[in-house]
């Protein structure tokens, strides 16, 4: 097979390069490069997608695809490619984020719930639209290539080696850096939450494997369903920790400062919004009887966590508690 990723030099469209390569795939990667490099093996176009003749070099005289990868989230970008390869693809796969769709609360849900109003333009300014974005570049793809030639994987969260927002990474490097009395370890008191993880290489695979077949379809490409408890004792165990876990509650944690989610001074993958609480439940049913496959999530972690120690002394961590914040936080919970 011959293979374009659009991108390729980050988390994901890295993911997806190695595995089509390991896969026997002749591959090519169109990026700038800003993220780094691309995989061993693959074949690098430099290139600039926001610019007329970004495309150029991979639609020119005599191209052929037999599938092209896109992660972009900007419609313009995805507008374009979408014009320029049509004529010379012949299968579109396209990853999405479950961010598109307009209601967080349902539980236990799937493709079927309504999706937010597309943005109007083509470029995303900020994550605020960042859903609508993906609903743009999704209905630019499906008008381009048609339904039959395309798959959508709306992703949800997506950790593993390489993951450096630090979402599936912080909380095991957590379990095994503690900075409470006694190695206690500050946790939210919402062990029900539903959350899930997908390792980007699980992802990649089956992206790679949907590219092989011409899978066509639109699917929820996400982890097996799990917990937030779930998800922090896998974390301990990969850690080793034996230390106390101390769950504040949310009004608690608000009122401290604590952010949720992910970035600095957070307690990632929590969410306390009722009305989001249904984002990490989506059960990928469908893209399991496509072949999606998931690993354990402890593997998952302990790659991530592996990538959070390397990256230590180069790369300033972006999740999470200081070590300053989480011990005051404890000792105001008496530890």
Same mark, same amino acid.
């Given at each position: 097979?011959?293979?374009?990723?659009?991108?390729?030099?980050?988390?994901?469209?890295?993911?997806?390069?190695?595995?089509?390569?390991?896969?026997?795939?002749?591959?090519?990667?169109?990026?700038?490069?800003?993220?780094?490099?691309?995989?061993?093996?693959?074949?690098?176009?430099?290139?600039?997608?926001?610019?007329?003749?970004?495309?150029?070099?991979?639609?020119?005289a005599?191209?052929?695809?037999?599938?092209?990868?896109?992660?972009?989230?900007?419609?313009?970008?995805?507008?374009?490619?979408?014009?320029?390869?049509?004529?010379?693809?012949?299968?579109?796969?396209?990853?999405?984020?479950?961010?598109?769709?307009?209601?967080?609360?349902?539980?236990?849900?799937?493709?079927s719930?309504?999706?937010?109003?597309?943005?109007?333009?083509? +470029?995303?300014?900020?994550? /605020?639209?960042? *859903?609508?974005?993906?609903? @743009?570049? =999704?209905? !630019?793809?499906? %008008? $381009?290539?048609?339904?039959?030639?395309?798959?959508?994987?709306r992703?949800?969260?997506?950790?593993?080696?390489?993951?450096?927002?630090?979402?599936?990474?912080?909380?095991?490097?957590r379990f095994?850096?503690?900075?409470?009395?006694?190695?206690?370890?500050?946790?939210?008191?919402?062990?029900?939450?539903?959350?899930?993880?997908?390792?980007?290489?699980?992802?990649?695979?089956w992206?790679?494997?949907?590219?092989?077949?011409?899978?066509?379809?639109?699917?929820?490409? +996400?982890?097996?369903?799990? /917990?937030?408890? *779930?998800?922090?004792?896998? @974390?301990? =165990?990969? !850690?080793?920790? %034996? $230390?106390?876990?101390?769950?504040?509650?949310?009004?608690?944690?608000?009122?401290?400062?604590?952010?949720?989610?992910?970035?600095?001074?957070?307690?990632?993958?929590?969410?306390?919004?009722?009305?989001?609480?249904?984002?990490?439940?989506?059960?990928?049913?469908?893209?399991?009887?496509?072949?999606?496959?998931?690993?354990?999530?402890?593997?998952?972690?302990?790659?991530?966590?592996?990538?959070?120690?390397?990256?230590?002394?180069t790369?300033?961590?972006?999740?999470?508690?200081?070590?300053?914040?989480?011990?005051?936080?404890?000792?105001?919970?008496?530890?």
């Open positions: 097979m011959r293979l374009l990723v659009l991108g390729g030099t980050a988390m994901l469209g890295r993911a997806v390069a190695a595995q089509a390569v390991a896969a026997g795939h002749d591959v090519t990667c169109l990026a700038r490069g800003v993220a780094g490099e691309v995989p061993d093996g693959v074949r690098w176009v430099r290139g600039d997608r926001d610019l007329a003749v970004g495309l150029a070099e991979v639609t020119g005599g191209a052929h695809w037999d599938a092209v990868v896109d992660v972009s989230r900007q419609p313009g970008q995805v507008r374009r490619a979408v014009a320029e390869l049509e004529p010379v693809a012949d299968h579109f796969v396209f990853v999405s984020t479950g961010n598109v769709y307009a209601d967080h609360s349902r539980l236990a849900s799937n493709e719930v309504p999706l937010l109003s597309p943005l109007d333009g083509d +470029v995303m300014a900020d994550m /605020t639209v960042y *859903g609508e974005a993906k609903v @743009a570049c =999704e209905a !630019a793809v499906l %008008d $381009g290539f048609g339904a039959e030639r395309v798959l959508i994987a992703a949800g969260l997506i950790g593993g080696p390489g993951d450096a927002s630090g979402r599936s990474g912080w909380w095991p490097w095994a850096h503690p900075v409470g009395a006694g190695g206690a370890v500050l946790t939210p008191d919402d062990p029900t939450l539903p959350m899930a993880i997908i390792d980007v290489r699980d992802l990649a695979a992206l790679v494997r949907c590219a092989e077949s011409r899978t066509g379809g639109v699917f929820d490409a +996400v982890g097996s369903p799990d /917990t937030l408890g *779930g998800l922090l004792t896998a @974390a301990r =165990e990969v !850690a080793g920790h %034996d $230390g106390p876990v101390v769950p504040a509650a949310a009004a608690w944690l608000a009122d401290h400062g604590v952010q949720e989610w992910m970035g600095n001074e957070s307690l990632p993958l929590w969410i306390s919004d009722e009305e989001w609480r249904g984002f990490g439940s989506h059960t990928g049913a469908a893209a399991r009887a496509a072949g999606l496959t998931c690993r354990p999530v402890a593997d998952t972690l302990r790659e991530a966590a592996a990538y959070e120690e390397g990256r230590e002394a790369d300033p961590r972006r999740c999470g508690l200081r070590d300053e914040t989480e011990r005051e936080l404890l000792g105001l919970l008496g530890h």
